[in-house]
């Protein structure tokens, strides 16, 4: 799967990365593991860096799928915050899009976007440094 993860600070934050192309079963796969990974804390921090990603198959039907997921867990989800990391100009306009989809159908986390690590870390409350300690998630 083209994005993985880490649960860092106590499952407080996920650090997750994205690399090759993604398509709407990978965000929907990557999210249902979140979801139901005992390790993370519900409210949690997200850091999504999507810097490595090549190219994207995502739809807007993909991405409403994920807010849907997301309002079913909503018990995990509720006061979760999320930061997605990209640098192309159609990574950030998908990324965009989900943030706004989140927002227009209520869903319990909140999703920012941002084109740098640094000011992503800054909206989260987290350090850089942060990433870097970690453990992956439980196979």
């Not at 804390?41 to 807007?60: H, I, K, W």
């Not at 915050?81 to 319990?108: N, R």
Request: aromatic residues 8%; negative net charge; charged residues 25%.
């Amino acid at each position: 799967m083209p994005i993985t993860y880490t649960v860092k600070s106590g499952g407080t934050l996920v650090h997750a990365v994205g690399f090759d192309t993604i398509a709407n079963e990978d965000i929907v796969a990557y999210t249902c593991l979140v979801a139901e990974d005992p390790s993370i804390q519900p409210g949690a921090r997200e850091l999504v860096d999507f810097r490595a990603v090549s190219g994207t198959t995502v739809t807007r039907e993909g991405l409403e799928h994920v807010v849907v997921h997301d309002k079913l867990y909503a018990d995990k989800f509720t006061g979760w915050h999320c930061a997605i990391v990209v640098e192309s100009d159609q990574h950030y306009g998908w990324s965009k899009v989900f943030a706004t989809l989140e927002e227009m159908m209520d869903a319990p986390a909140e999703t920012q976007v941002f084109r740098s690590i640094d000011e992503a870390c800054k909206w989260l409350g987290i350090e850089v440094e942060d990433l870097e300690a970690g453990e992956p998630p439980a196979a």
